[in-house]
C-alpha cells in the first residue's frame, strides 16, 4: 500500500481512559511518577522504563534517542551509558536534558527536564557488576557511536573479550557509567476526549513545587 499524505493525516485516537486532576495528583511529582510507573508495570507494557533522551549540542541543535531508566529517587532519574557516545559528547558540552515517557496503553506521558550529571563511580561499579556477563564484554567491545568497518569486526571482538574475561571478574571501562537527570520541572499528560487532555506541571521554584494546568 502506497503511503499517502491522507492516510498519516486521517491516524487519530480517542482518548477517554482517564483523566488528571489538580485536586488529585500527588503533590510530590517524584511519588506521582512513582504511581504512574508502578501503573504501567501492573498493566504489564512491553518496557515501561523506555524512555526518550534529548539532548542538543553547544549550537543547540537537539538530539534524541531511546534509553532506559535504570533508577528514580528524590535526586532524579538515571540511566547507564558509554561517556563517549555522542550523547555523552552532547551531556560535557551541554549538562541539560529532557526525557520522555510515553505510555500508549494508559494514554499517558510524562516529560522531565532537568540538569544532567554523571553518577558516582561507586554506583556505577554496583550497576556495572549487576548487568549479564555479554552486557559488560558488550560495553568494552563497542565504541558507541563511531563508525565501525564491519559488524564481523565487533562480532569478533566480543569473542575475543569473552574467551579474555573467561571465569574472571570484568572490569568496567572508564568510558562507561550513569548519569542522573536531576528534574526542574516535570510534565504528566493524560490523554482526554476531544484533544482536550489533561496536562499538569511541576516547577521547582526555590526548593519547592509549583503546580498548574497547562492548556492541551
Known amino acids: ?15 477517554k481512559s482517564a483523566e488528571l486532576n489538580e ?19 501492573s498493566a504489564q507494557l512491553y518496557e515501561p522504563n523506555v524512555m ?15 534509553v532506559l531508566l535504570k533508577g528514580v529517587d528524590e535526586e532524579g532519574f538515571s540511566f547507564y551509558t558509554n561517556y563517549l557516545s555522542q550523547k555523552g559528547k552532547e551531556i560535557k558540552k551541554n549538562p541539560y536534558a529532557c526525557l520522555v515517557f510515553f505510555w500508549a496503553e494508559l494514554e499517558r506521558q510524562v516529560r522531565i527536564e532537568g540538569r544532567i550529571e554523571k553518577l558516582d563511580k561507586e554506583t556505577s561499579e554496583q550497576y556495572f557488576h549487576s548487568r549479564p556477563t555479554g552486557s559488560q564484554i558488550g560495553a568494552i567491545a563497542s565504541p558507541q557511536s563511531q563508525v565501525i568497518e564491519s559488524r564481523n569486526n565487533l562480532e569478533l571482538k566480543v ?20 548519569y542522573i537527570v536531576k528534574p526542574t520541572s516535570i510534565e504528566f499528560w493524560q490523554g482526554r476526549p476531544s484533544r482536550l487532555h489533561d496536562r499538569i506541571k511541576f516547577t521547582l521554584v526555590n526548593g519547592s513545587w509549583k503546580i498548574e494546568r497547562l492548556a492541551p
Open 1 to 15: 500500500m502506497k503511503l499517502s499524505k491522507e492516510t498519516i493525516q486521517n491516524l487519530r485516537q480517542e482518548y
Open 23 to 41: 485536586q488529585d495528583v500527588i503533590k510530590n511529582p517524584i511519588a506521582q511518577f512513582e504511581k504512574w510507573f508502578t501503573d504501567a508495570m
Open 52 to 66: 526518550t533522551l534529548a539532548t542538543a549540542d553547544k549550537s543547540g541543535r537537539p538530539n534524541a534517542r531511546i
Open 159 to 178: 569473542q575475543e573479550l569473552t574467551q579474555q574475561y573467561e571465569g574472571k571478574p570484568i572490569p568496567k571501562p572508564a568510558h562507561w557509567g550513569g
